[in-house]
Each structure stands twice: as C-alpha cells, then as structure tokens.
C-alpha cells in the first residue's frame, strides 16, 4: 500500500463487513488524522495507491467495522462511533492506558484491550 501523501505512522487497519474492503487510519500526535481507502480489488503484484477519505481525532491506536457501515476507532483515552463514513462521531470515554478495540459478540459491545 502506497499513501498519496508520502509516509504516515498508522495503528488502525479496518475491513469493511461484506466488502472487505481495506482502511488504514493514521496516528497523528498534533492535529486531525486521516483515514484512507485501499482500491476495492487491491493488486497482489503491483503498489495498491491508497485514497484519502477524511479526517479522523489525533492519536488513533485502533479501529474495528461493527457492521457494514458503523465503525469504532479508539485512542488512549477515547472511542469514536461512527454511524457511517463522512459523518461526525459520537464520543465516549475509555480507560488511558488502553491501545486496542474489538467487537465483541454480543451487539453493542466492544471489547478492549491495555498496552
């Protein structure tokens, strides 16, 4: 995978439920990060050009689809729920020394993980 924009530190890769199709989310300290797009039938022999799609909080460490189109992404200290892509997310708290999120089995759960 190939950024549009030259290098970028990323934590959270996502795959979107009945697409599987590729996100990868920056980790930026100071200011917004960025989500991107991997192209729906990524190459296996050639640079797969990822397209950025927005803007995500500083600082995301992690990120999991809860369906088709919401989506969570995790910071030290804060998750994002996202109903849809594009679409502003709502804010909860989470433990500061926690890095990883993950669906849990039962809807409307999601499990976390500390460093």
Not at 27 to 45: L, T
């Amino acid at each position: 995978m190939k950024y549009p924009d030259g290098a970028h530190d990323a934590e959270a890769l996502l795959v979107r439920p009945g697409t599987l199709r590729i996100y990868i989310v920056t980790k930026v300290k100071d200011g917004p990060g960025h989500i991107y797009v991997a192209p729906k039938n990524p190459s296996q022999r050639h640079v797969n050009r990822l397209k950025k799609i927005g803007k995500v909080p500083s600082v995301i460490t992690d990120g999991v689809f809860l369906n088709r189109d919401r989506f969570v992404l995790r910071s030290h200290g804060s998750g994002y729920l996202y109903r849809k892509m594009g679409v502003r997310p709502k804010r909860f708290s989470l433990p500061h020394s926690g890095e990883s999120i993950a669906r849990s089995p039962r809807p409307r759960y999601v499990l976390i993980g500390s460093e």
